[in-house]
């Protein structure tokens, strides 16, 4: 094994992640901002503060909310560059904006770390099973060597490019997964409306081109698919709020390069309207809630 790991936010996705290292026999050193959170992963080591986490832990990892939050607990005045042991790895897996992950790599080299961006996909299901996929930006030697740490969360490890390909995959990625989820809500929606049965339906869908993984493995009608957010009244998963985060994300990178993102943006105002209306902590698939009324 990797010697002492450090996990740094340990939230929906983190304390997935956490479990899967301690249950493949890392130790694992663990904080999160709120205590009842960092507690969730059995056979962890707990800290009370970042220092306690990342000092001399050979690889930092972290999945906090956003690019602010990443830069300040990376390169903040009580940052983990200011504790950790020269020479080790940070791989942050959140997914946050690419310039800040290129930003963010640059600093932690010229302070003699090593830096990694590496957001996933999978949901918390991935998360819980082991099954991510990382979409990793940076140098491909220093992926090599973090390797077999991240199979240890997920089941694919691609490499993008250079510092910040991780995020910018990342993004494209959830852009798609945010218009397929709203296009399933949309038709599933219509569709029991007019008295089609939920299942059949889904059924239908599923052999059909209207197929993916929104209708197949996370269909936002509650009851269709067991243990998964929507049949749990979309709580757990993966929050409108971050889904929001994350369009709004993929559209400055299309403001970089002049792409066009018109559903991108479309699927943005849809996710900002939920937000706005009580869904900001629910799961993503609860467009379908929103789109069906009372
Ligand atoms: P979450 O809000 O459940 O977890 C974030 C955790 O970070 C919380 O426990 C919070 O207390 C903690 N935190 C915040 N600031 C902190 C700080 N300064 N120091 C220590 N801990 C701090 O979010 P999540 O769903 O686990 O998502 C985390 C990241 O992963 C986000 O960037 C998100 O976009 C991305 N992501 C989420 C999913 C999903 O399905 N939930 C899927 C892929 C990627």
Not at 166 to 178: E, P
Not at 223 to 249: C, H, M, Q, R, T
Request: charge should be neutral; proline fraction near 4%; aromatic fraction near 6%.
């Amino acid at each position: 094994n990797a010697g002492t790991l450090a996990f740094i936010g340990i939230g929906n996705m983190g304390s997935r992640m956490a479990n899967n290292l301690v249950k493949k026999g890392e130790t694992v050193r663990v904080f999160d901002l709120t205590p009842a959170n960092a507690k969730s992963v059995p056979g962890a080591q707990v800290c009370n503060n970042q220092e306690e986490a990342v000092k001399d832990a050979s690889v930092i990892i972290t999945m906090l909310p956003n690019g602010d939050i990443v830069k300040d607990t990376v390169l903040g005045t009580n940052g983990i560059l200011k504790h950790a042991s020269k020479g080790s790895l940070l791989i942050d897996c959140s997914t946050i904006q690419p310039q800040v992950a290129q930003e963010v790599s640059k600093a932690t080299y010229s302070a003699g770390f090593k830096f990694l961006d590496a957001p996933v996909s999978g949901g918390v299901t991935g998360a819980e099973a082991g099954t991510l996929t990382f979409m990793v930006g940076g140098d491909k030697q220093v992926l090599n060597s973090a390797d077999p740490i991240l199979m240890k969360m997920g089941a694919n490890v691609l490499h993008c490019g250079d510092s910040g390909a991780g995020q910018i995959a990342k993004l494209c990625n959830n852009l798609i997964l945010a218009i397929t989820m709203i296009g399933t809500c949309e038709g599933m929606n219509l569709g029991i409306k007019m008295g089609l049965d939920p299942k059949t339906l889904a059924s239908i869908i599923n052999v059909s081109t209207g197929r993916s993984w929104s209708s197949q493995t996370y269909n936002p009608v509650p009851g269709l698919i067991e243990k998964i957010p929507p049949s749990n009244d979309y709580k757990g998963g993966f929050a409108v709020n971050l889904v929001a985060k994350d369009l709004g994300l993929a559209e400055g990178v299309a403001l970089l390069c002049n792409a066009p993102v018109p559903l991108t943006a479309a699927a943005h105002q849809i996710y900002r309207a939920l937000s706005c209306n009580g869904y900001g902590n629910k799961d993503f698939a609860s467009v379908y809630q929103f789109l069906k009324g009372n």
